[in-house]
């Protein structure tokens, strides 16, 4: 199969802070944010040269989150196909108004901004900051942000219509803050290797319920179980391949899933198999700042569980929080962490996320 390829013109209604551009007016653009623009401008710049030039794919870096990033290729025509599930599934159609409020060196940048050429969105670019809704003064359609983000920005959500949000759990504290809010927020399930999201869940639906609501599909993905339990995720137009994840599910229908924790967290202590996620998503009921629960060696149990929490230390701190886990009736004993860590300042991947392994590093060894 041949390399080459012709990146399609953008779209007639696409424009870029304000501006229409067409492939050769964009590639001026790109040089020009390369050599003058901000950090983050250097980064879309970047992006723009490696789209249009004449090649089938793209090379991007995954996010790092669940082992070492690692540099892969993506076609362009995957790329293509996600960004018109994603308007199908979100209904944004042409002329669509949308922020990129995230780094153009990941997934989730690069992938607004192929939706805005492809799709013909009205997409404006600001500073990819924790905060990224102080600098908006005007209704956005559509945009997405991470949790952390997220987070930072309750008071302004009215000005996004709909927000997708990837990158990292939504805790339960902020999914309580997004229930009165009129924007319609979505939790997405991806990777860098399926071009983005392959599935979304509704975080403040109008119709609420005990459960948490199942990932539903975008179109043309299926998926399915090994014999661990694991998702197996078919998705032609995005994959070459089909992908077979760590991630523990339950599949609920052939369309709708729900994420239960990664295969490989799976804590062993004293011959009890505990989910690290099942075990955060029930401290999230009580826990008001970034935490994680992980395992070191104990000679009893083989594995101990242990908990992380991104706090200042003190006595104080950790009575109040063990006085928090013993109360909470939803933990079992054996999801009780036999040890908490007070960290000042958690350890990161580049685009944010909580970097366990080295944060667990930095305290223990």
Same mark, same amino acid.
């Given at each position: 199969?041949?390399? %080459?390829?012709?990146?399609? !013109?953008?779209?007639?209604?696409?424009?870029?802070?304000? %501006?229409?551009?067409?492939?050769?007016?964009?590639?001026?653009?790109?040089?020009? $944010? +390369?050599?003058?623009?901000?950090?983050?401008?250097?980064? +879309?710049?970047?992006? $723009?040269?490696?789209?249009?030039?004449?090649?089938?794919?793209?090379?991007?870096?995954?996010?790092?989150?669940?082992? !070492?990033?690692?540099?892969?290729?993506?076609?362009?025509?995957?790329?293509?196909?996600?960004? +018109?599930?994603?308007?199908?599934?979100?209904? $944004?159609?042409?002329?669509?108004?949308?922020?990129?409020?995230?780094?153009?060196?990941?997934?989730?940048?690069?992938m607004m901004l192929v939706r805005a050429m492809i799709l013909?969105?009205?997409?404006?670019?600001?500073?990819?900051?924790?905060?990224?809704?102080?600098?908006v003064f005007k209704v956005y359609d559509f945009s997405a942000?991470?949790?952390?983000?997220?987070?930072?920005?309750?008071?302004?959500?009215?000005?996004?219509?709909?927000?997708?949000?990837?990158?990292?759990?939504?805790?339960?504290?902020? %999914?309580?803050?997004?229930?009165?809010?009129?924007?319609?927020?979505?939790?997405?399930?991806?990777?860098?290797?399926?071009?983005?999201?392959?599935?979304?869940?509704?975080?403040?639906?109008?119709?609420?319920?005990?459960?948490?609501?199942?990932? *539903?599909?975008?179109?043309?993905?299926?998926?399915?179980?090994?014999?661990?339990?694991?998702?197996?995720?078919?998705?032609?137009?995005?994959?070459?391949?089909?992908?077979?994840?760590?991630?523990?599910?339950?599949?609920?229908?052939?369309?709708?899933?729900?994420?239960?924790?990664?295969?490989?967290?799976?804590?062993?202590?004293?011959?009890?198999?505990?989910h690290p996620e099942e075990i955060e998503r029930k401290l999230?009921?009580?826990?008001?700042?970034?935490?994680?629960?992980?395992?070191?060696?104990?000679?009893?149990?083989?594995?101990?569980?242990?908990?992380?929490?991104?706090?200042?230390?003190?006595? !104080?701190?950790?009575?109040?929080?063990? *006085?928090?886990?013993?109360?909470?009736?939803? $933990?079992?004993?054996?999801?009780?962490?036999? *040890?908490?860590?007070?960290?000042?300042?958690?350890?990161?991947?580049?685009?944010? *996320? +909580?970097?366990?392994?080295?944060?667990?590093?930095?305290?223990?060894?």
């Amino acid at each position: 199969m041949s390399d %080459r390829y012709k990146t399609p !013109e953008t779209h007639s209604d696409f424009r870029l802070n304000k %501006r229409h551009y067409t492939n050769s007016e964009l590639k001026n653009l790109a040089l020009r $944010l +390369i050599d003058e623009g901000e950090p983050y401008e250097e980064k +879309i710049g970047k992006f $723009l040269i490696d789209w249009l030039k004449p090649l089938a794919y793209i090379e991007v870096y995954t996010s790092g989150s669940t082992g !070492e990033p690692k540099k892969i290729r993506l076609k362009k025509q995957h790329m293509i196909n996600s960004a +018109i599930a994603t308007a199908k599934f979100f209904e $944004l159609p042409a002329g669509t108004t949308a922020l990129l409020c995230l780094p153009a060196n990941y997934i989730a940048g690069k992938m607004m901004l192929v939706r805005a050429m492809i799709l013909g969105w009205d997409l404006d670019s600001v500073l990819p900051s924790s905060s990224p809704m102080d600098q908006v003064f005007k209704v956005y359609d559509f945009s997405a942000m991470t949790p952390f983000q997220l987070d930072n920005s309750i008071a302004r959500l009215h000005l996004v219509k709909k927000l997708i949000i990837g990158g990292g759990a939504v805790s339960s504290r902020l %999914r309580k803050m997004l229930l009165e809010s009129e924007s319609k927020i979505f939790e997405t399930y991806g990777m860098t290797e399926t071009c983005s999201h392959i599935a979304a869940k509704r975080l403040n639906p109008k119709k609420k319920k005990k459960e948490p609501r199942p990932f *539903k599909l975008l179109p043309n993905v299926s998926i399915g179980q090994d014999d661990r339990g694991c998702l197996i995720i078919k998705a032609p137009n995005v994959l070459d391949e089909q992908i077979i994840t760590n991630d523990v599910v339950e599949i609920v229908t052939y369309k709708r899933f729900r994420w239960k924790g990664r295969i490989d967290n799976v804590i062993n202590s004293g011959g009890i198999k505990l989910h690290p996620e099942e075990i955060e998503r029930k401290l999230n009921k009580i826990l008001d700042r970034r935490f994680f629960i992980t395992s070191m060696p104990d000679e009893a149990l083989g594995n101990k569980l242990v908990l992380f929490v991104e706090d200042d230390f003190s006595e !104080e701190t950790l009575n109040n929080l063990e *006085k928090k886990i013993n109360s909470l009736k939803s $933990l079992d004993k054996n999801e009780k962490p036999k *040890k908490i860590y007070l960290v000042e300042k958690f350890e990161e991947t580049p685009n944010g *996320k +909580i970097h366990r392994e080295n944060t667990f590093r930095s305290r223990v060894d």
